[in-house]
């Protein structure tokens, strides 16, 4: 399978990296991992077992380093995968729904540790305002039924056949590498992390392209493995960041703007809730950040909230 290149971007992933490098170079495709500057024992797991790797001295964010690695190898097919995704199948049926001529992107199947299908993550809509003003207000947890969010998390989807898509999750994410030129690669100012392989699917929709699902490839997921070691702080910090670049990417100005005062005020909520949960005043610093950030995204527009993850 050496037409695919199989791209793995690490962050302190020593603990998962191995298992899924395992049945990664088990596919035959040739398989890159971009080391966003580990301080763990990731690069000896990678070199122990003899993938590619390319080693950045800090964090890149994902989508350039997803960038860097494609540019490395010479592979027409590309297969972005998480550090902690194990592939369970073969990649054929990826590698032959993407080979279809208008296709822009195929995801393929993720479950969990106990195989149940990662439902609302797998395959996705694109999020429309309405979906991030439900997500912001907490209205998609108090109500995750709502017909919004319903559709957007797919949840009507049938996750056993093979299907159109908006957005697979870039955890398991086949694409070719003309259309990922064709598209300007992925986004780095989405940066360190979040909704850049939201806005990749986005683009490819606006150029006319097609992604699929294809349950018969797949791959157990953990999940959120370098998400857990960001401080939260910094974690919600990075989160609506990136989610106030897609909005002014994306949407109408005066929609984008719509979206930073739900920001206030979801945040607002948060912070009185956390304080009363908690019982500490910890969730003001958390969430004071993010005010600040919202307050001057309505002024001045998305704003770079840093390019690196910290622990």
């Known amino acids: 399978m050496r037409e695919l290149g199989i791209i793995i971007v690490t962050y302190n992933s020593g603990s998962e990296i191995g298992p899924c490098l395992d049945a990664a170079l088990s596919t035959g495709a040739r398989v890159m991992v971009v080391d966003n500057g580990s301080t763990d024992e990731t690069l000896e797991q990678v070199r122990k077992r003899g993938a590619g790797l390319m080693v950045n001295s800090d964090n890149r964010g994902f989508a350039a380093a997803v960038n860097q690695g494609i540019r490395e190898i010479t592979e ?14 073969s990649l054929q049926p990826m590698l032959e729904v993407c080979s279809k001529p208008g296709t822009g992107a195929v995801g393929g199947k993720l479950v969990g540790s106990d195989h149940a299908l990662q439902a609302g993550f797998t395959a996705r809509n694109l999020p429309t305002p309405a979906v ?9 947890r108090l109500w995750p039924a709502n017909p919004a969010n319903w559709h957007y998390r797919c949840y009507g989807f049938d996750h056993g056949q093979s299907g159109e898509v908006e957005q697979p999750a870039g955890a398991f994410l086949m694409f ?11 986004d780095e100012r989405f940066s360190p992390i979040w909704f850049e392989d939201v806005d990749f699917c986005k683009r490819l929709k606006d150029q006319g392209y097609r992604v699929y699902y294809e ?16 401080l939260l702080e910094k974690r919600e910090l990075y989160w609506y960041g990136s989610l106030l670049k897609y909005g002014f990417k994306h949407f109408l100005p005066a929609t984008a703007r719509g979206l930073c005062l739900a920001v206030i005020i979801g945040s607002l909520l948060r912070m009185a809730l956390g304080i009363v949960i908690q019982r500490s005043f910890k969730p003001i610093g958390v969430y004071s950040k993010v005010i600040r950030l919202a307050g001057r995204s309505v002024v001045f527009g998305p704003l770079n909230v840093g390019s690196r993850l910290h622990s």
């Open 132 to 140: 991030l003003l439900l997500e912001i207000l907490m209205i998609n």
């Open 76 to 89: 027409d097919y590309i297969l972005l995968l998480n550090p902690d995704a194990v592939i369970q199948s």
């Open 215 to 230: 349950p018969k490839s797949v791959a157990v997921h953990k999940g959120g493995h370098s998400i857990q070691k960001i």
């Open 176 to 186: 070719r590498r003309n259309v990922w030129a064709s598209v300007g690669g992925m």
